[in-house]
């Protein structure tokens, strides 16, 4: 008997995935040419979005050619549409957005765009489209995370000042780049987090290897 999720008679059992399918991973770092990018082609059939030049030296890699946030909805609403999901995830099990934070500028450019202003601060007469950005913002990578797919998110690194819950005390933590209107979605629905950094040179200028 086929199952309906919406009856509460005949509801599908939630499962645990032995793998990565499903998962959402975003990785941040302060450091450039690390290989986050090299790594996350490595994911099973990945799709990568290009949000911005990450992909030189990374040959047959199937790609989206993205220049402003309208692509992004393009392809975001192929990925996503019932009528082309299924040809979609046929092909692509994994979407490798690279870089988070320039998704961000890109939507808020598109928001200031479609109000006819130059900053989200002069919209709505001095009051700011900061509702329609949160929501633009929303309504694009909501579909996208519920979709199923792997998703790898490759972000820029900032030192955000935080404080200690239960001292008061203060202290400095890198995070990924993003104001919280945008990047606490994909945040809060990432299953893993991780902040990478280099292991620096030796005396001799050659990388140090964590492993030999």
């Not at 990578?141 to 199923?148: D, E, K, S, T």
Request: proline content about 3%; hydrophobic content about 35%; charged content about 30%.
């Amino acid at each position: 008997m086929a199952i309906d999720s919406l009856d509460i008679f005949n509801a599908p059992i939630s499962t645990v995935s032995k793998d990565v399918k499903g998962k959402l991973i975003l990785i941040h770092s302060n450091e450039r040419k690390l290989g986050k990018t090299l790594q996350a082609t490595k994911f099973p059939k990945p799709y990568y979005l290009r949000f911005e030049q990450g992909i030189n030296a990374i040959s047959g890699l199937s790609y989206a050619p993205l220049t402003k946030w309208a692509d992004f909805k393009k392809i975001r609403k192929q990925l996503t549409n019932l009528k082309t999901i299924e040809k979609a995830q046929e092909m692509y099990n994994t979407l490798i957005v690279d870089t988070l934070d320039v998704a961000i500028r890109w939507c808020d450019k598109y928001v200031c765009g479609m109000q006819g202003v130059d900053r989200l601060n002069d919209g709505n007469n001095g009051y700011g489209l900061w509702k329609e950005y949160e929501n633009e913002w929303f309504n694009e990578w909501n579909p996208l995370l519920n979709a199923g797919y792997t998703i790898i998110f490759i972000s820029h690194s900032e030192v955000r000042k935080m404080k200690d819950p239960k001292t008061g005390a203060e202290y400095e933590q890198w995070v990924p780049k993003g104001d919280k209107r945008t990047i606490d979605l994909i945040v809060d629905d990432a299953d893993l987090i991780g902040f990478v950094r280099s292991n620096g040179y030796d005396e001799e200028g050659k990388i140090i290897k964590l492993f030999v």
